[in-house]
């Protein structure tokens, strides 16, 4: 039985770095991936708002923007350095020059590419979205999108979501494209 259960699980070889909008879904798909794979799951803003003992709005309010970035990239370099894992980072982590060749020298970027109007679904009912926090957070959310979609399209791996996908769906969608990465998943047998 335990051969196989070992027979079943995947081996990751580097980090998986999960990219995209607010509310496309790295989070969650990330830990169902992770399960999958019997990975660990990390997460860069959660990891940051353990460390600051604050949510990132207020490391926002109280910091900005560059402050809150600089600790980003120090999280990410820490992660990297780490054990293969699924990592799941901020909206904004993969617009960094340093952090787009970090993630490419010590894992793959998969951007979770998720259309304007299922990010405004996901993302139009939360107050945790400090750059949402203006008078036509739409329209916010519209220039971040055409904004930061020509920087993810550089990530190394694109798996399209889909309104109609559960976060399995996904999870399985990103898993067959990481399976056409043997420098990433190696299926054993």
């Known amino acids: 039985m335990a051969e196989a259960a070992s ?3 995947s081996l ?3 980090s998986v770095v999960l990219v995209g909008m607010m509310g ?12 999958m794979l019997r990975v660990p799951f990390r997460d860069s803003d959660a990891e940051i708002v353990a460390a600051a003992q604050m ?16 600790r980003e990239t120090e999280v990410l370099t820490r992660l990297l350095d780490g054990p293969p894992a699924l990592l799941s980072t901020g909206g904004g982590a993969f617009l960094q020059d340093r952090n787009r060749a ?17 990010l405004w679904s996901r993302v139009r009912h939360k107050d945790t979205r400090p750059l949402l926090k203006t008078p036509d957070p739409y329209r916010t959310l519209s220039e971040l ?6 920087i993810y399209r550089k990530a190394d791996i694109a798996v399209r979501t889909d ?17 056409s990465r043997p420098d990433v998943l190696r299926e054993p047998g």
């Not at 490419?104 to 109007?117: F, M, R, Y």
């Not at 309104?163 to 399976?179: C, G, K, M, N, Q």
């Open 55 to 70: 949510s990132i709005a207020e490391i926002f309010e109280r910091d900005g923007e560059p402050f809150f970035r600089r």
């Open 7 to 9: 027979k079943n699980r």
């Open 163 to 179: 309104p109609s996908f559960s976060i399995e769906d996904t999870a399985r969608a990103v898993r067959a494209a990481l399976a």
């Open 102 to 118: 970090l993630i490419s020298e010590k894992g793959v970027s998969v951007w979770l590419d998720a259309d304007l109007d299922l």
């Open 24 to 35: 496309a879904g790295k989070t969650a798909v990330g830990r169902a991936l992770a399960h």
């Open 145 to 150: 999108f055409e904004a930061r979609v020509p």
């Open 12 to 14: 990751l070889t580097k």
